[in-house]
C-alpha cells in the first residue's frame, strides 16, 4: 500500500510539473530590443520543408530570406529561394524609436514591433506546419506607405566558378568543367508577384560520364533535372505595380503577404503553377497561425529538458536555450524531402558573414550539398531520445531509396553482393566527381582518389543502428519489417560477401579507420564495432520480425567476427583505432572510441566501462566541438565532470558576427553548425537518460544540479521527471524496466 501511495504521490509532483514546463517554455523565446545590421543578426524560422531568416536593418527595411530543403540548382547546389523586402513609410525602424523583435517558441512564430506609441506597427511572421505556405501580416496604429520587393541575385545565368566550386563540391574543379545555372524568372502576368528557378540541365550527366556510369545509369536517380522551385506571392492590400513588386496605393494601416512555395521535378512550368495554385487554396493566415501553434505547443510538449543550477542561474539557463533553441532548428528543417544538411541547414546567411573571404551570394555554403554520412547522421541520434520521429523518416526515405545504387557500387566496384553507402554522396547515389577524382589517367574506374574517404565502410552499419533503435523507441514494426531489416541485411551481406579471409573469418581490408587512419589498417574499430551492435541487435528481435533462417545466418556470422581492436598498456586495456594499423594520423578524430559512441557497446553500466574510459583519457585529440564526439562519449562513460565542462564550452560556440544563439561555429564546416548544436543535446541526453538492456536515470548528473526532463526511450517508453535537491521523481509509460543510476 506504502509503494503504491508512493506512486500516486511521485505521479501528481510529476504531472503538476509537466504543467509548469510548458508555462516556462516562454521563458527561453528569444527576444531583441534594437534592429540589426545585416542578415547575420536574422531570427531562423521554418515549418519542417519551408525556412526563413528575417531581419529588420536599422534605419532600413524588414528583409527575409526564404528557403527550402530541395530548392535544388542544375549544379546540385542548394539554393535561397529569394529575399523579400519590406519598406514602410514613414520608417518605424529608425534609430531611437522603441523596438522589439521576438522569437515566439510556443506560437512558432517572430513578432516585430516598431514605432512611438500611437505610430507603432506590428509584423507577424509564421509557417503553415502542414503546407508550403509562410504569412507577413502587418498592423499599424496609423496609416503607412508599404512597397514589397521580391529580390533576387539571378538575374542572369552563373556559371560556377573555381572559388565557388566547394559550394558544389567540386573540390580542385579543373578548368574545363563548364556548370552553369539558369536565371530566375520573373512572371510579368497576374496579380501576384510569381518567381521561380527552372532545372533545364542536371550535373548528373557530367558525373554519370565522368564515373564510367552510362551502361547502369538507371540505378541512379537524378532529382535534379526539370525540378522547378519558386513562390507565388499574393497580397491583401497592396497592388502589383511590376513582376516584383507590391506597393500601397495610399497610407494603409494593415495588409498580408501570402508566400506559396512549391519544389518539384514537372513536366512544364504550367504544370508546376497548377500544383501552386492548388496549395493556395488549402490555408489562410487565421487558419495557418492556429494550426502553428497547435503544433509548436504539442513539439514541446512531447520532450523537453529544463536545468537549474543554484550556483549558476545563468549558465543554466544558456544551456537550456542551447538545447531548446537547437531543436528548434531541427524541427524546422527536418520534415523536408531531403536530410537536414549538416553545414548550415536551410539557415545559412551571406557567406561573408560567416568567413570574411566568401563574399559570394547567398547561395554559398562550404562542403556543398552532399551527404556526408559522418556529419549528416549526428542530428539523427539526437531525434531518437526527444521522440521526434517524423523527422527521422527524410534520413531513411534519402538512402533507402537510393539502395539499387548502393547495391551497384557494390557489385560494380568491388564485386561483392549487398550494399554500400559511400561516405559523402551525391542527391544522385554516386560519388561526387571531386571525391571520385577528376584526373582518372592511369586509374580503373573502380578507384576512388579522395583518400580520405574511399575505404569508410560503416555508414550502412550505423544507419542499420538508428533504423532499429528507430523501431524500438517508436514501435513502427512495419518500418522495421518492410523497409530496415530488408536494407540491414544488404549492408550485412556487403561485409560477408567481400571480407572474407583464408579461415572464412570476417578480416576487413582494404579499410580505413574513419578520415584519421588510412594506411595498412585491418579490422577497423567503426566497422568491428558496428557489426557487433547490428548483428546483437538482430539476435534480440522477436521472431514474428525476424525470419528464423535470417537468425541463423546472422548468429553464425557474428562468430566469424574479429574482437573489438584493443591492446594491454600499463594502466590497463584500451580500445585501439583498428586491430592493424600505421600511427599515422591525417585527421582529429578518435575513432577508437567508436565503441563508445556511436555503438555503446563501452559504456558506464557495463565491463568495458575501464576500458572505454582509459581510452577516453588517453585519447590523441580533444574533440568537444563540431563533430567532436566527446561530449556524448563522456556522458556514456559517466564522467560527471567531463561532461559539465564540455557543456560550458559547447554553449559558448555560438558564432561572433551571428545575433541568433544557436548559430554555432563554423567549426570544421559552416554556420549554423548542426553537428555542434546536435552533440551538444546528445552530451545533455546522455546525461539525464541512457537506455541499454533497462533505461538508466540521471547516469552522468552532477549532484549539486537540477533538472526536469520528459525523454524517450526503447520498448516505447517515455519517461518524465525531476530530480530537486538530490531527490528523483518520475513516472514512466511503456515497459521499459528503470533504474535510478545516480543512486549507483
Known sequence: MKSRISMIVAGLLVAGMAMAQQAEIDRYNVEWDTPSENSAG???????????????????????????TDAISEA???????????????NPFREGLPF?????????????????????????????????????????????????????????????????????????????VHIEESADVFQPEGKDIVWYHQNESSVYDLIIKHQKKEAVAANFPDPVRNRIWGVDMSSKGLEKVNDSTFQSPKGIRQCELKLVTHSAQSTSVAEWKKEVNRQARKTSAEKALQASRNWWTDFWKQSYIYVDIPEDPDFAYRLTQSYILQRYMLAGS???????????????????????????????????????????????????????????QALFDFYLSRMSAFRTLAAKYYQAKGAFIPETVTVFGTYANGDYGWEREGHSPNEVLNIYIRHIWVQGLELS?????????????AFLREKALPAIKEFILYFDSRFRNGQGKIHITPTQSVETYWYGVENDMPSV?????????????????????????????????????QKRIAQGDIFLPAEVFL??????????????????????????????????????????????????????????????????????????????????????DWVPDQDHGSNLMLTLQNMVLQSYDKAYLLPCWPENWNVSFKLYTSRETQIEGQYKEGRLTFTRQGDMEVVEANKR
Open 42 to 68: 536574422s531570427m531562423p524560422l521554418g515549418n519542417g520543408e519551408l525556412g526563413a531568416n528575417l531581419w529588420v536593418e536599422k534605419n532600413g527595411d524588414l528583409l527575409f530570406y526564404l528557403s527550402r
Open 76 to 90: 546540385n547546389r542548394l539554393m535561397k529561394m529569394g529575399r523579400v523586402r519590406v519598406s514602410l513609410s514613414p
Open 100 to 176: 522589439s523583435q521576438q522569437l515566439a517558441l510556443k506560437d512558432g512564430a517572430i513578432y516585430v514591433t516598431a514605432g512611438k506609441d500611437g505610430e507603432a506597427v506590428k509584423f507577424s511572421f509564421y509557417m503553415d506546419p502542414d503546407q508550403e505556405t509562410a504569412y507577413l501580416q502587418m498592423k499599424g496604429e496609423v496609416p503607412y506607405q508599404v512597397k514589397v520587393t521580391a529580390e533576387s541575385w539571378r538575374k542572369e545565368p552563373h556559371v560556377i566558378t573555381k572559388g565557388e566550386a566547394p559550394s558544389a563540391w567540386l573540390n580542385e574543379m579543373p578548368s574545363w
Open 334 to 392: 527536418g520534415r523536408g524531402n531531403f536530410p537536414v544538411k549538416f553545414n548550415g541547414s536551410i539557415f545559412t546567411t551571406d557567406p561573408k558573414f560567416t568567413r570574411a573571404s566568401a563574399d559570394y551570394s547567398p547561395d554559398y555554403r562550404n562542403w556543398g550539398n552532399d551527404f556526408w554520412w559522418q556529419n549528416t547522421r549526428l542530428p539523427y541520434y539526437a531525434m531518437l531520445a526527444n521522440g521526434d520521429f517524423d523527422q527521422m
Open 465 to 477: 543502428k538508428l533504423m532499429l533503435d528507430y523501431a524500438s523507441y517508436s514501435g513502427d514494426e
Open 529 to 565: 564495432a558496428g557489426l557487433h551492435y547490428v548483428l546483437g541487435a538482430l539476435e534480440k528481435l522477436p521472431s514474428h520480425l525476424l525470419p528464423e533462417p535470417d537468425r541463423q545466418y546472422y548468429l553464425q556470422l557474428k562468430k566469424d567476427l574479429p574482437g573489438l581492436p
Open 583 to 668: 600511427e599515422l594520423r591525417t585527421n582529429v578524430e578518435n575513432p577508437e572510441l567508436y565503441a563508445v559512441f556511436p555503438f555503446g557497446l563501452a559504456n558506464f553500466s557495463n565491463e568495458l566501462c575501464q576500458t572505454g574510459i582509459r581510452t577516453f583519457r588517453y585519447r590523441n585529440f580533444d574533440s568537444w566541438y563540431g563533430w567532436g564526439q566527446d561530449g556524448q562519449e563522456a556522458a556514456i562513460l559517466g564522467l560527471v565532470d567531463e561532461a559539465a565542462e564540455m557543456l560550458r564550452k559547447k554553449v559558448g560556440n555560438t558564432n561572433p558576427n551571428h545575433r541568433f544563439l544557436a548559430m554555432w561555429g563554423p567549426n570544421y
